[in-house]
């Protein structure tokens, strides 16, 4: 069995989201609200969320000081989702994040959406989301984006027609 040093992986969230997956679910995205890009990132994700013809919030403030805009959506800095998922429910707004598959299966989202008054609902991405990263705010020279896991748009309040679509 082969092994895996992790002493030299270094955890961070510097992950941009590609214009690709927001044009995926931009029918499902409410056009009459104003949308609050919550996660600032390096400032694409909303210049993309807004060239999809929607009214966006993105400025760099902190998400849990903050409560802007009808509807949240991001890609979240995954290393802290359970505080974020935890703040989100808080304000019980509508939202869409872009996390993990396997956050599905963790007990906090148990906990946080299981009340059944308003499930989550889950879209499901063709493929893999193939995400940008960056180290000290640029991309890595010899980077290949190769995401190597399934992530979800876990909705909440979005008012879905069905729990699970799955993107074509």
Same mark, same amino acid.
């Given at each position: 069995?082969?092994?895996?040093?992790?002493?030299?992986?270094?955890?961070?969230?510097?992950?941009?989201?590609?214009?690709?997956?927001?044009?995926?679910?931009?029918?499902?995205?409410?056009?009459?609200?104003?949308?609050?890009?919550?996660?600032?990132?390096?400032?694409?994700?909303?210049?993309?969320?807004?060239?999809?013809?929607?009214?966006?919030?993105?400025?760099?403030?902190?998400?849990?000081? @903050?409560?802007?805009?009808?509807?949240?959506?991001? @890609?979240?800095?995954?290393?802290?989702?359970?505080?974020?998922?935890?703040?989100?429910?808080?304000?019980?707004?509508?939202?869409?994040?872009?996390?993990?598959?396997?956050?599905? @299966?963790?007990?906090?989202?148990?906990?946080?959406?299981?009340?059944?008054? @308003?499930?989550?609902?889950?879209?499901?991405?063709?493929?893999?989301?193939?995400?940008?990263?960056?180290?000290?705010?640029?991309?890595?020279? *010899?980077?290949?984006?190769?995401?190597?896991?399934?992530?979800?748009?876990?909705?909440?309040?979005?008012?879905?027609?069905? *729990?699970?679509?799955?993107?074509?």
């Amino acid at each position: 069995m082969a092994s895996f040093n992790t002493k030299t992986f270094i955890k961070h969230d510097d992950y941009m989201t590609p214009k690709s997956a927001w044009e995926a679910i931009k029918d499902y995205i409410p056009k009459d609200k104003v949308i609050w890009e919550c996660f600032y990132g390096d400032g694409t994700s909303g210049t993309h969320i807004e060239e999809l013809g929607l009214n966006v919030i993105h400025r760099e403030v902190d998400f849990f000081e @903050n409560n802007l805009g009808e509807v949240l959506i991001s @890609n979240p800095p995954y290393s802290i989702k359970k505080q974020i998922f935890t703040r989100l429910r808080e304000i019980n707004k509508p939202f869409i994040m872009i996390c993990p598959s396997s956050c599905i @299966n963790t007990q906090y989202m148990r906990k946080l959406f299981s009340d059944g008054e @308003n499930p989550l609902q889950i879209i499901i991405p063709r493929k893999r989301i193939q995400f940008i990263k960056l180290v000290d705010g640029e991309i890595p020279k *010899d980077y290949k984006s190769a995401c190597n896991f399934d992530c979800f748009y876990y909705c909440y309040k979005i008012n879905l027609e069905k *729990d699970i679509i799955w993107l074509k």
